[in-house]
């Protein structure tokens, strides 16, 4: 038998181990120690893993290799954020982007190589649909993180970067185990959030897990004219219908709202966020719009962006305005691939402006 551990679900990987051991007539505990070896001590080969005698260590290299993804570029932000894009063995690319904030740090991961979605400000959604991830690729965006220093490790996942997560479900259903799982990272379920434009199914598989993973919305838009003018999904996932979803999901959802100037920042659009938000007790994340990803957008001024959330907080909604972190390196998933791919691949993607 030959195969990739690290697509398994840490329970699913641990059973494969253990055939493999009493298969092979190794005494049990080497089980133990094979396991560990994925996520919670991971190395790079494992010719590395030096408590275990040669004979295994060379079956293991030759019949379950260790997948890994190289670095294709790293850029370290002024603020300490660091942004990687990945080269997958087929070529493709994909970002992480890591960003230290006091004694948290959050990994920001992708799930797709591209997006199907075509949001109209966003930079992957420029590039067009690529493929879907494994599960393997979607950990490993954390693993070659801590092999590269445990420090590293990060205490939060947001599954924010390329990639619509809920239209990869099967990948990223085993990825969640992989995050959580103490045989995995081991990281608790309520600091691992997916970030979705509102799939109903993929809701709908996402509720049904026990764990409690946290869910984001992309909203953008108070109303049906506006949000179908900046996410094309709105013709086939109604507001109407996003906003059902989330009151029946049983856990405090947030909200994302990217700030448009003159697109969705009137007092009116925050009036309408405010009944639309009440009654599910949703907290609102507003984000300044990273313009690198949106040609003929432009970002909402400071100024605005705070008397929009004033607005909000007014109507009894919670609101945080987020930083914008890493943009001296374009850190807004998507450009980093847009800026270096579109010089590899001139015919597919299209340049931010
Ligand atoms: N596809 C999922 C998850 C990835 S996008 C989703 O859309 O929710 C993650 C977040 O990045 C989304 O909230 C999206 O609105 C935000 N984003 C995309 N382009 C942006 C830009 N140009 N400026 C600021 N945020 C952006
Ligand atoms: Fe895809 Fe999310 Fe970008 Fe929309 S915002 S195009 S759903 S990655």
Aim: with cysteine; charged share 25%; proline share 6%.
């Amino acid at each position: 038998m030959t195969g990739n551990l690290l697509d398994l679900a840490p329970k699913a990987a641990a059973a494969a181990i253990a055939a493999l051991v009493e298969g092979q007539g190794w005494p049990r505990y080497r089980a133990t120690q094979i396991l560990r070896r994925l996520w919670v001590a991971p190395i790079a080969r494992w010719d590395d893993a030096t408590e275990l005698p040669g004979a295994i260590r060379r079956l293991l290299g030759a019949e379950y290799p260790l997948a890994r993804l190289a670095v294709a570029r790293r850029e370290v932000s002024s603020d300490g954020t660091v942004k990687t894009l990945w080269r997958l063995d087929d070529g493709e690319a994909i970002e992480s982007v890591w960003i230290p904030s006091g004694q948290r740090r959050t990994l920001c991961i992708s799930s797709q190589a591209g997006c199907a979605l075509g949001c109209r400000f966003c930079a992957t959604g420029r590039m067009g649909f690529r493929r879907d991830l494994t599960a393997a690729e979607i950990a490993l965006q954390v693993r070659e993180l801590v092999l590269d220093d445990p420090a590293r490790k990060p205490t939060n996942v947001v599954f924010m970067g390329m990639g619509e997560p809920l239209l990869n479900w099967p990948s990223v259903d085993v990825a969640l185990s992989i995050l959580n799982d103490p045989d995995g990272f081991g990281i608790g379920a309520r600091h691992i959030t997916v970030s979705t434009v509102g799939i109903l199914p993929g809701m709908a598989a996402l509720r049904a897990r026990p764990e409690q993973f946290r869910l984001a919305i992309s909203l953008h838009a108070a109303d049906d004219v506006t949000r179908l003018e900046l996410m094309p999904i709105e013709k086939k996932y109604h507001l109407a219908e996003v906003l059902a979803a989330a009151k029946t999901f049983g856990r405090r959802v947030t909200f994302e709202y990217v700030m448009i100037a003159g697109k969705n920042d009137g007092d009116r659009d925050a009036d309408r966020l405010a009944r639309l938000a009440r009654p599910l007790g949703a907290h609102l994340n507003l984000l300044p719009l990273h313009p690198g990803g949106a040609p003929g957008l432009s970002p909402s001024s400071p100024s605005r962006i705070r008397a929009f959330a004033e607005r909000l907080r007014a109507a009894g909604i919670e609101a945080v305005v987020r930083r914008s972190r890493g943009l001296d390196i374009n850190a807004a998933c998507g450009q980093l691939y847009v800026e270096s791919e579109a010089k590899r691949r001139p015919a597919r993607a299209t340049p931010a402006g």
